[in-house]
């Protein structure tokens, strides 16, 4: 059965896997004082980052619009299902909006099957969950089936970060000045990950660099001891070579059965900073 997967430019979804699947963004919106931006359509990493060292400030993000999603819903045959992996809706007003959208387009079109799913994560949480309606698509299942089963994997999605700087967090009004200053005067890193309501928490502070990828490392296997058929997806803000480095670490120290690497886009690299590294996986069924 064919069905439509789609997604919001908060997803950061590796080559590999895009390449292997027909997915549907729709773009998030990027706000400098000069200029709007849409995600992944008017602004690239590259520019992004230039803009940043040019205006010396940070942009507002601001969720698609509910007619947004409804343009992007439209465009999708009427016979073709259609299943939206929606940013956490404890990070943005992104899953109300397409919501909404979905209730204006089925009072037009009653027989349409749309469903939204709040995933609780973002960046490579959202491809992970891309990654598995994939393979569950080529296993035959059914529209119904995949959705059941896709809500239950966002109770499994494990997503942590570190951040190498915290100088975003600074600027974009969520640390204060001294605050910031103190912690980049004693080194400190923060560990933290997506909570089972879909917000970020702080996992742990840490001094130093070597450490903090020591006990991100080490984060993983409090989730999971049974690696061998899982997949992991790692992405990395402007740090390529850094995050090569850590992902090979976590080869040699589990044995996952497959892992991605991408970039961040310009949604996620506003809030975590050049050298913020993101993994996510499904951790174990209790």
Do not use: W
Not at 182 to 201: C, F, P, R, V, Y
Not at 263 to 275: A, D, F
């Amino acid at each position: 059965m064919q069905i439509q997967i789609m997604t919001d430019g908060a997803a950061d979804i590796p080559k590999r896997l895009s390449d292997s699947i027909n997915i549907k963004v729709v773009p998030l919106y990027l706000h400098f004082r000069d200029e709007q931006y849409k995600t992944g359509v008017t602004i690239d990493t590259k520019t992004f980052y230039q803009k940043i060292r040019e205006l010396k400030e940070l942009p507002r993000s601001s969720a698609p619009s509910p007619n947004d999603f409804y343009e992007a819903y439209k465009e999708i045959d009427s016979e073709i299902p259609i299943i939206m992996l929606s940013l956490s809706k404890g990070l943005s007003s992104t899953y109300e909006n397409a919501v909404a959208a979905k209730n204006m387009l089925l009072e037009e079109e009653p027989n349409r099957k749309i469903e939204v799913i709040n995933t609780k994560t973002a960046s490579c949480g959202q491809a992970l969950l891309i990654h598995e309606a994939n393979r569950k698509m080529e296993e035959g299942y059914s529209f119904d089936k995949l959705v059941a089963h896709l809500n239950e994997r966002v109770e499994q999605t494990t997503t942590l970060f570190v951040l190498k700087t915290l100088e975003n967090l600074v600027l974009g009004g969520r640390l204060d000045r001294v605050k910031g200053k103190i912690a980049k005067t004693l080194n400190i890193k923060l560990l933290m990950k997506a909570s089972d309501e879909g917000t970020i928490e702080v996992v742990e502070k840490v001094r130093g660099d070597k450490k903090s990828i020591r006990r991100f490392l080490d984060e993983i296997g409090a989730y999971t001891k049974q690696v061998e058929e899982k997949v992991l997806i790692m992405t990395h803000c402007n740090t390529e070579d850094r995050a090569h480095s850590v992902l090979n670490d976590i080869k040699d120290q589990y044995g996952f059965k497959d892992t991605f690497l991408t970039e961040t886009g310009p949604l996620i690299s506003t809030y975590g900073g050049e050298g913020a590294l993101v993994i996510s996986f499904f951790k174990d069924k209790k």
